[in-house]
């Protein structure tokens, strides 16, 4: 058998990649798992033949130093590219091949969500695709060149190792370059890519400290940069990309991220419900202010919590992206909760709970409005207890479930501008005043505590109780009666 052989094999089955390992039979990637081909063996000498087809002396060469080596490559006759992994296991060669589709494929038919199109709007800055291995991040940086092509008469350079996608101009103009083929090495890649002027660059994935440099370099200079990096969520990828930075320059490196990042997008491909295929799951982030601020000061995690409360248009975490899947018939609910990262979110995320898990639809007006039907002083909100009211001066808690920082933060930035949102995510506290219905007002203190959104709000009374009602005593009033002096008024909160 040659190479053409188990790509038409691969093809014919409808595999995402084969695996061709010696003395096993060939194993074919299905939404379902790896599924053997047939009951015959393979033999190393045959995978050698295959990699003798494929591989110059050159690229014969880099295999023998390193013990794995990754190529692009379309058979003759064939106007699909693949992708080829050799590697070493137990000393033996074997090899994976994948298979490509072609570079001019749309955001819609990957099934992404039509928001991912917005990352091709900005003019300069960084545009970041991530996920694990074998999670569609190359069909995906494809189709956001393909985006640009088709929109924008800009240069286009990539920086591929191998080029996987051929990309025929339509408006732009495109020039894709593989490293060890059209340039020496990643380093020459990184360091010549200015020097055809282009507008946009993409890098097939960010490995290395002097990758991500690059990136952030470009992207600070007014250029459109799109590349992809390993990251299991949001998170993940953020503090990926810091911990490639040199660690004496992070601090720097963080304000330079926070200031060029215009998004996020981070994959997993999860069984489609007719198990005919793959659908991925998404998780996107597009920074504002104030998540922006988060980034310059390295409080990565509270970018993750931020996203999961999020309800701004356009932004979702990877459950809402499963909920949204499942709610239109693309994945099966077993599927959607095998891969949600945390079970009750998505529950909650599809209007589903168990009998034992009270609903956590928290509006702030309810309890506002509950504070003052019970002639409260002050409403407290707090991460891990329920609401807490304060009457008479004896705090009580209300009859209702535990409340999470995401829960308060998303009712604090309901009634926040953008403005008071970015001031609280800068200076980690906020005060204003309030007005609901009926003329009731409330002073809110918002602050972080052990990490997590807190707030406290304290009704304002509608008048100006007299001072006998206060119990002020005459003396007090006599020097409140006083032409000019300074009366200091102390005590503890409330």
């Known amino acids: 058998m040659v190479l053409t052989d188990f790509i038409e094999l691969l093809l014919a089955r409808n595999g995402s990649e084969l695996l061709l390992t010696p003395d096993k ?25 295959l990699a003798s087809e494929a591989l110059d002396s050159e690229r014969r060469a880099d295999f023998e130093r390193t013990g794995s080596l990754t190529i692009g490559y379309r058979p003759p006759g064939f106007r699909q590219r693949f992708r080829l992994s050799f590697f070493r296991r137990l000393g033996r060669m074997a090899l994976v091949i994948r298979t490509l589709e072609s570079g001019a494929r749309s955001l819609g038919e990957l099934n992404l969500p039509p928001t991912v199109a917005r990352l091709t709007d900005f003019e300069r800055g960084l545009v970041v695709v991530s996920g694990s291995s074998s999670s569609g991040r190359s069909n995906t940086l494809a189709a956001l060149v393909h985006q640009v092509n088709s929109r924008l008469p800009v240069h286009l350079v990539t920086l591929e190792d191998p080029v996987e996608f051929l990309h025929e101009e339509l408006m732009a103009t495109i020039s894709q370059r593989e490293v060890g083929t059209d340039v020496s090495d990643w380093a ?28 952030l370099r470009w992207a600070l200079s007014g250029r459109l940069v799109i590349c ?56 996107l982030l597009i920074p504002d202010y104030s998540i922006s601020g988060l980034i310059r ?16 248009p356009g932004m979702f975490s990877f459950n809402q992206s499963l909920a949204a899947l499942f709610r239109n018939g693309l994945i099966r609910r077993d599927i959607a909760l095998a891969y949600c990262g945390n079970e009750l979110e998505f529950r909650s995320a599809i209007g589903e709970t168990r009998a034992s898990e009270p609903r956590r639809n928290w509006d702030l007006m309810t309890l506002l409005q509950l504070a003052v039907e019970h002639n409260a002083s002050d409403l407290h909100l707090s991460e891990g207890r329920p609401p807490i009211l304060r009457i008479g001066g004896e705090l009580e808690k209300l009859n209702m479930p535990r409340l999470r ?77 006083k032409p000019h002096g300074l009366i200091l008024v102390v005590g503890p909160t409330g």
């Open 25 to 49: 039979p060939p194993s074919l990637r299905l939404p379902d798992g790896l599924h053997f081909t047939s009951e015959e063996p393979l033999e190393e000498s045959l995978i050698e033949k």
């Open 188 to 215: 020459e890649a990184l360091r010549s890519a200015p020097m055809s002027s282009p507008d946009v660059i993409v890098v097939d994935e960010v490995r290395d400290q002097d990758a991500m440099m690059g990136v």
């Open 228 to 283: 992809t990096v390993e990251g299991a969520d949001v998170v993940d990828t953020i503090n990926n990309m810091l911990s490639l930075c040199p660690a004496s320059g992070r601090t720097q490196r963080a304000a330079e991220l926070g200031l060029c990042l215009k998004g996020i997008l981070c994959q997993k491909l999860v069984p489609a419900a007719d198990q005919r295929g793959w659908i991925p799951a998404t998780e």
């Open 297 to 312: 000061e390295q409080r990565i995690d509270e970018v993750g919590e931020f996203l999961r409360g999020c309800n701004e």
């Open 405 to 481: 920082s995401r829960d308060i933060r998303a009712m604090l930035y309901s009634v926040l501008t953008g403005a008071q949102r970015a001031g609280f995510e800068k200076d980690r506290e906020l005060d204003l005043s309030l007005a609901i219905d009926r003329g009731h007002r409330f002073r809110v203190n918002a602050f972080y505590q052990k990490g997590c959104v807190a707030a406290a709000f304290r009704t304002i009374p509608s008048r100006i109780p007299e001072s006998a009602e206060l119990g002020i005593p005459d003396a007090l009033i006599r020097l409140a009666q």
